[in-house]
């Protein structure tokens, strides 16, 4: 822990009564004052994450354009300036580098967000597939701040410290040089909870102000401050993945679930080849959603097996604290991906059973 | 963090509450704050026997499960069904909310336990 970085949000954390531990490398609030009552804030009213852990970088020049559309596996040419974009970056071999969020300012001007414990791999990924685009790359992730505020009540509050109208920031679309009480903000209609919602990125030095004028003007409406906890269960709900559960080196986006994401017509990127493959000779494992039905919590990395025989492996499990629930996605042979398969999950050495179910476990709650 | 004065207590936060030659055993607050909302509980079947220092049950949270340990000898007469269907409420009062009573016959073990002010002082010395 005395390692771990500090974001600049780490006094209030302390200040909030946080229960700080090492993430990725960072000290952050694992919660406050409870995991599912953060959890249910979101879900009613609102709350606000301290994500400054997330990492930035900037393409800059004249080819920035073909550069991540070479990168990425989703199609950046239907973007339009101001629009933010998911999308995955791939090896060669079609496993995940990690996935994004991609922002187009302008043609020449990206702004990619990436995942904390990857954002030096990702760089160097960057940084060696720049070849001859005329470009420049900076990582500018520790001078940047991110504070995600989400929840049905996000927009009334953010409302009341700006004179943007947010009305106008639709779903995945962003702005900049927005004043957030005074300081200048790039915001976005994004979010990783299945719920309405603002990413805010501002520097280290003002970012704190911002955080307590937004916990100040949602008071009313019942805001509360949110750790890496309920991060989890709540984009495990609304069936977001995550780097190092649904997605990794190992596991491609078309197993994990998340073709759509994948333009496979798109002219070239990174890992087209062995995708389009995959996708011809068809998927031996996916990602499935289940319920238990035997008493017992799903965890990541717990064996499920069918007849005694291994078949693959939870990827995310929790008792829902929406659904009250217990539920988990996992990775699985194809063969036994069918909705309504029964299957079992490995719980302390003891097979349990569960139903193969939908995996839209929860609806999401966008405003789009 | 609450500790009542008549119980037992161990070093991976279990409480042993004596009364005749039955044993209460549960989990202390402190252990309770620190796991947050539990969802949870998996415990024995009656009559199973443990030795000192075995698992006898699971406690889950949110994020993560955590065995339970049993600090003496022991065979189990009853278990607490009321927190198998409602985990929170050892959330709500840990020393109330008992997991599972042993007849147990080895007082030496319950003598090699801490008293809640050691257990106290413990506690302290974890938080450093």
């Known amino acids: 822990m005395e390692n771990a970085k500090k974001t600049a949000l780490f ?30 804030a979101v879900r009613n009213a609102a709350g606000l994450f301290d994500v400054s852990h997330m990492g930035e970088v900037e393409v800059i020049g004249k080819d920035a354009f073909a550069f991540v559309q070479n990168l990425v596996t989703n199609d950046i040419s239907v973007l339009e300036d101001n629009q933010v974009m998911y999308a995955l970056m791939c090896y060669e071999d079609g496993g995940v580098v990690d996935d994004l969020l991609v922002y187009k300012f302008t043609k020449d001007y990206f702004y990619l967000v990436i995942n904390a414990s990857n954002v030096d791999k990702d760089f160097n990924w960057m940084v060696s597939n720049k070849g001859d685009f005329n470009i420049t790359l900076e990582n500018i992730s520790l001078k940047v701040s991110e504070v995600a505020l989400q929840g049905p009540k996000a927009q009334e509050i953010l409302q009341k410290l700006t004179d943007t109208k947010l009305d106008e920031v639709k779903f995945f679309c962003c702005k900049r040089d927005v004043l957030i009480a005074g300081v200048k903000c790039l915001i976005s209609r994004t979010g990783y909870t299945g719920e309405d919602g603002f990413e805010i990125y ?9 955080w307590d004028r937004i916990l100040e003007a949602g008071k009313e409406e019942r805001i509360m401050p949110c750790g890496l906890g309920c991060r989890d269960t709540l984009r495990f709900e609304a069936t977001l993945p995550l780097y190092g559960n649904e997605i990794s080196k190992d596991i491609t986006p078309l197993e994990a679930g998340l073709g759509y994401f994948v333009k496979l017509k798109k002219e070239n990127f990174i890992g087209k080849d062995a995708l389009v493959k995959q996708k011809e000779e068809g998927l031996v494992r996916k990602l499935v959603g289940f319920e238990m ?43 036994y991906t069918e909705l309504g398969s029964n299957i079992n999950i490995i719980v302390r050495n003891k097979p349990l059973k569960a139903e193969v179910i939908n995996k839209k476990f929860y609806n999401k709650n966008y405003k789009k | ?66 065995d339970i340990y049993i600090p003496i000898d022991g ?35 319950i003598e090699a336990l801490m008293s809640a002010e050691e257990y106290k002082e413990f506690c302290i010395s974890e938080e450093e």
């Open chain 1, 11 to 40: 006094t209030s954390h302390e200040k909030y009564g946080g229960k700080v531990i090492d993430f990725a490398g960072w000290a952050l609030p694992v919660q406050y004052k409870g995991i599912i009552p953060e959890h249910e």
């Open chain 2, 1 to 66: 963090m609450r500790v009542l004065k008549s119980l037992f207590y161990t070093s991976e936060h279990e409480w042993v509450k004596l009364e005749e030659d039955k044993a209460y055993i549960g989990v202390t607050d402190y252990a309770q704050k620190a796991l947050g909302d539990i969802v949870f509980i998996e415990l024995p079947e009656v009559d199973t026997e443990f030795a000192a220092g075995d698992g006898f049950g699971v406690i889950e949270s949110v994020k993560a499960a955590s």
């Open chain 1, 202 to 210: 501002s520097d280290n030095d003002n970012i704190a102000s911002v």
């Open chain 1, 293 to 335: 039905k035997d008493k017992g919590i799903p965890r990541h990395g717990y064996e499920v097996a069918v007849n005694g025989q291994v078949i693959g492996f939870v990827t995310t499990g929790y008792f829902s604290p929406t659904l009250k629930k217990n539920i988990g996605l996992a990775l699985i042979n194809a063969e």
């Open chain 2, 75 to 109: 065979k189990v007469i009853e278990i607490n069904e009321a927190i198998i269907d409602e985990p929170g409420l050892v959330n709500e009062n840990a020393y109330e909310n008992w997991m599972i009573c042993v007849e147990y016959s080895d007082k030496a073990q």
